[in-house]
């Protein structure tokens, strides 16, 4: 058996040639080499009885130092953006065919059976539900007597004074005081994650006949 010797040898030519899309320096790192190659330059030719002025060479040292951390320093934002979006994509896709409660002021009843609800920034003694049709008109009212700080879901089987509520789309306003002092409300519609998109504005959760909205929106998540 004939023993064939190989060079075995990596050479930066071969590392070249396997790989084309070798990482290339970056405009910040060609902004150093340019600037220490004058700065080497200048020295080596300055005029020994005019040299060069230590505080002006200090301040240029500076100044590329600042614009060299700024670059890595949004380079860290960009990566860090970049991952809290991915995040979040995972998070918003997880909540497809979950119901969440976003900031709205309509419901939809259907089959004697509507959800809402409402947030309290603080304790109420008092808090009144008013539901009104697609007209303005107000079918019902739900007194909900004291309550504590946070969210609540609230249900509604479509009965009212005059019967049952018809089929359809209804809006509500929530009235919430302690003693005579009113508390800060926020009305919160209830709906069904359908979609999730991402733009320029972030990651959008489409519900249907309720609109999109960010995850910062969802306040409870059934």
């Given at each position: 058996?004939?023993?064939?010797?190989?060079?075995?040898?990596?050479?930066?030519?071969?590392?070249?040639a396997?790989?084309?899309?070798?990482?290339?320096?970056?405009?910040?790192?060609?902004?150093?080499?340019?600037?220490?190659?004058?700065?080497?330059?200048?020295?080596?030719?300055?005029?020994?009885?005019?040299?060069?002025?230590?505080?002006?060479?200090?301040?240029?040292?500076?100044?590329?130092?600042?614009?060299?951390?700024?670059?890595?320093?949004?380079?860290?934002?960009?990566?860090?953006?970049?991952?809290?979006?991915a995040?979040?994509?995972?998070?918003?896709?997880?909540?497809?065919?979950?119901?969440?409660?976003?900031?709205?002021?309509?419901?939809?009843?259907?089959?004697?059976?509507?959800?809402?609800?409402?947030?309290?920034?603080?304790?109420?003694?008092?808090?009144?539900?008013?539901?009104?049709?697609?007209?303005?008109?107000?079918?019902?009212?739900?007194?909900?007597?004291?309550?504590?700080?946070?969210?609540?879901?609230?249900?509604?089987?479509?009965?009212?004074?005059k019967?049952a509520?018809?089929?359809?789309?209804?809006?509500?306003?929530?009235?919430?005081?302690?003693?005579?002092?009113?508390?800060?409300?926020?009305?919160?519609?209830?709906?069904?994650?359908?979609?999730?998109?991402?733009?320029?504005?972030?990651?959008?959760?489409?519900?249907?006949?309720?609109?999109?909205?960010?995850?910062?929106?969802?306040?409870?998540?059934?």
């Amino acid at each position: 058996m004939t023993t064939v010797q190989t060079n075995n040898k990596v050479t930066e030519e071969l590392m070249a040639a396997m790989n084309p899309g070798k990482k290339k320096t970056s405009t910040t790192q060609d902004a150093q080499d340019r600037f220490m190659t004058l700065l080497v330059t200048q020295m080596k030719n300055q005029d020994p009885l005019n040299p060069l002025d230590n505080a002006q060479v200090t301040s240029q040292l500076a100044q590329l130092s600042t614009v060299t951390g700024i670059e890595k320093l949004n380079a860290t934002m960009e990566s860090l953006m970049g991952s809290y979006q991915a995040s979040q994509q995972v998070a918003a896709a997880n909540m497809i065919g979950h119901g969440v409660f976003v900031p709205g002021s309509s419901l939809s009843l259907q089959d004697k059976k509507a959800l809402l609800g409402i947030e309290l920034k603080e304790p109420a003694d008092k808090v009144v539900v008013t539901i009104s049709d697609s007209t303005g008109k107000a079918v019902h009212s739900m007194d909900l007597g004291d309550m504590k700080a946070g969210v609540h879901p609230l249900a509604w089987d479509g009965e009212t004074s005059k019967g049952a509520a018809a089929n359809g789309d209804y809006t509500f306003k929530v009235t919430a005081t302690r003693g005579n002092e009113k508390v800060e409300t926020t009305n919160l519609s209830f709906g069904v994650v359908h979609s999730v998109t991402t733009n320029s504005q972030g990651v959008k959760l489409t519900l249907p006949g309720v609109g999109d909205f960010s995850m910062s929106d969802v306040k409870q998540i059934l």
